[in-house]
């Protein structure tokens, strides 16, 4: 996630505008910061890595003439927040500039292909292919906004994008497809950004540009297209109501609710890794002596989770353990034939990094997933992947941990096709099914919403939750105990069900809730069984099934329905949703502050 911003002014300098917005848009990116003007025919342009008021204090990003600009501040995807991959990109010439929010999925075929045509590569992005494509196009005789049109039509993936360029100097393209961008319309100008706060101080009035459309924006009017076809699209500016403050969580009244409806894009994301990173760590996963899962908190219950999907899909055997325990529970057992997956959204958490370190010095192979390209984490592994969530701002992990299991079960799918250990129309299932994922968690989410604010009104003075899951879903379970307790301070607790008998049941009085993860998978029978003793002691049921499960949602007080039938290894992705709701709604009902618990911090950095 980046975020992007142009404007075209009537008169007066663009620089302080774009600087002004793009501080309004640092949530979504603030690794490297940049800007374009256009004055008298050339071409200025300011970027470097860092926040933007670092960066502004280096550079004075408003020092820069020009009516007309773009500016862009970076969350990296691809390539790490270095100066040469801050945005804007330019062509050979630097005659074109663009900035760009999204992931090109081809751009090696692109680049590979520019390149043997003569075209000289500054950076490690996938963006630098648009201008550098543009500027192909013009040579074939396009003029510049038939060669912005034609290059969307070559580029995969996701994008918003601005193109600035000297060829028109009084006009920005920009463009959509899967990732924001809205214009906005005033007497002094026309603007184009990621998000309504980066110009609401200017304007009120928003278009929003629809996937595949593409807008002409100039200081007095605005053209909207199709790209597939180049028809023209009529839309109004609507009146936008919300403050400042409200917009910056796009009209949500806190960011972990926005990021819990964020998911099903996080997830789409997910799906644009380079086969590359995946193909690589699949290869060291499979060669590995033995394979430790190494995580905290949240992203340890992504690991938990994986170890089941590395088990039953690659039959390979893993060790998921809690970072901090790391050193004394397996520190002798580490060797040179060791592989340790280091997964950590932030790329910083210093339990994790001090279990990679002990791991490094006896020899052992470092492989890291996380969410900040040019995190610690990034720095001391042999392969890593990022996994593409955009900034997350609630200090409880909520599309973080989605993001790591679809990764993660993106991994275990290659290692198994590499073992050869299940069949082909397994393989091919399997990876239809982690395609629908995000539709299946959107329309989750959106169908338990309101089932999530009732059961929190209800329960909301309840003191204590069990949360029960059989296989995967105990790390379901694990997670799902850690976000109503972390966020809504209910002391709760999780087990593998079979395991409640053996302890934890004694707990169970009349009115106990009980929240039971029942996928329709291998687990069911017994789970079915389990829910019977909860309930001969007087427990309140309250499930989470498959959509038309009838004969558990007979058994249950309360029920969330998860919308699709999954196969159990990708459970935990859309099972875990409604509970986020659940976690979320307490919260709420409980006057707190979701976004900031108390004593906790989103990244933590002591041991
Ligand atoms: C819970 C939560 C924490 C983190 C943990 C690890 O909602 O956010 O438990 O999961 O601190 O953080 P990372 O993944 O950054 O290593």
Known sequence: ???????????????????????????????????????????????????????????????????????????????????????????????????????????????????????????????????????????????LIEAVHETLKTIRGSYAIAVLSVFEPNTIICARNESPLIIGVSEEGTYCASDIPAFLPLTNKAVILENGEIAIIKSDKYEIWTIEDWKPVKREPEVIKWTAEMAEKQGYPHFMIKEIYEQPRCLRDTLRLQDLYLDLMATFLDRAGEVFLVAAGTSYH????????????????????????????????????????????????????????????????????????????????????????????????????????????????????????????????????????????????????????????????????????????SATAQEARLKLMEIAYVPSIAYPAGESKHGPISLIEPGFPVVFICPKDETRKTIIGNIMEMKARGATIISVIEEGDEEIKSLSDKYFEVAGSLPEMLTPIAFITPLQLLAYYMAVEKGLNPDKPRNLAKSVTVK
């Open 302 to 473: 992504a690991c938990l989770a994986a170890s089941y999907m590395f088990s039953d899909l690659a039959f390979l055997a893993t060790h998921p353990v809690i970072s901090s325990e790391f050193i004394e529970q397996e520190g002798m057992a580490v060797n040179i034939n060791s592989t340790i997956l280091a997964v950590s959204q932030s790329g910083e958490t210093t339990d994790t990094l001090a279990a990679v370190d002990y791991a490094r010095n006896r020899a052992a192979t470092i492989l890291g997933l996380t969410n900040v390209v040019g995190s610690s984490l990034t720095r001391v592994s042999r392969v890593y992947i990022v996994q593409q969530s955009g900034p997350e701002i609630g200090v409880a992990a909520t599309k973080t941990f989605t993001s790591q299991l679809s990764v993660l079960a993106q991994l275990a799918l290659r290692v198994a096709k590499i073992r050869g250990k299940i069949g082909h129309r397994q393989i091919e299932e399997l990876e239809e099914k982690i395609r629908q994922m995000p539709d299946i968690v959107e329309k989750t989410i959106k169908k338990n919403d309101p089932v999530a604010r009732e059961v929190a009104k209800e329960f909301r003075d309840k003191q204590v939750f069990f949360f029960l899951g059989r296989g995967i879903s």
């Open 1 to 143: 996630m980046c975020g992007i911003f142009g404007c075209v002014l009537k008169e007066g300098k663009a620089a302080p505008l774009i600087h002004a917005a793009l501080k309004k848009l640092e949530y979504r990116g603030y690794d490297s910061v940049g800007e374009a003007t256009l004055f008298n025919g050339v071409m200025y342009i300011k970027k470097d890595q860092g926040k933007i008021d670092e960066v502004h204090r280096e550079l004075n990003l408003d020092d820069m003439e020009g009516s007309i600009g773009i500016g862009h501040t970076r969350w990296a995807t691809h390539g790490a927040p270095y100066k040469v991959n801050a945005h804007p990109h330019t062509d050979c010439a630097n005659r074109i500039a663009v900035v760009h929010n999204g992931i090109v999925e081809n751009f090696l075929e692109i680049r590979k292909e520019l390149e043997a045509l003569g075209h000289e590569f500054r950076s490690k992005t996938d963006t630098e292919v648009i201008p550098h494509l543009i500027e192909e196009n013009m040579k074939k005789g396009m003029n």
